[in-house]
């Protein structure tokens, strides 16, 4: 059973935020992180993940750089930044909330 698109479209900045809090990555490997949290049965399209970071970015959430690999294609990475810390602790919360308000309407 795959997880529903719909029950966690609004969610994907937090995802990536989540991801970030964790280091300083890239779209490719951040997505695979994903998938692999989730058993496959979540993922980003490219174009999602790649206009979150670019929202995420003017929103002062993350920063991004060029990496400096040795040899192969330069990678862009991704860094959270203080206020995407904060950010990222406030929609943990609001997550948590929900899910009890949810809990309570369907039990």
Do not use: V
């Not at 399209?45 to 993350?62: D, M, N, V, W």
């Not at 991704?78 to 919360?93: F, K, V």
């Amino acid at each position: 059973m795959s997880i529903s698109s719909d029950l966690l479209r609004g969610h994907t900045d937090t995802i990536i935020l989540a991801q970030l809090a964790a280091g300083d990555n890239y779209g490719y490997e951040i997505n695979k992180n994903i998938q692999q949290l989730t058993d496959g049965e979540y993922g980003l399209k490219e174009a999602t993940l790649y206009t979150a970071f670019k929202r995420l970015e003017q929103s002062g959430f993350i920063r991004s750089y060029w990496g400096d690999e040795g040899s192969g294609a330069r990678r862009r990475y991704y860094a959270i930044t203080p206020e995407g810390e904060d950010q990222l602790e406030l929609n943990r919360r609001d997550w948590e909330h929900t899910c009890m308000l949810l809990n309570r309407l369907i039990k």
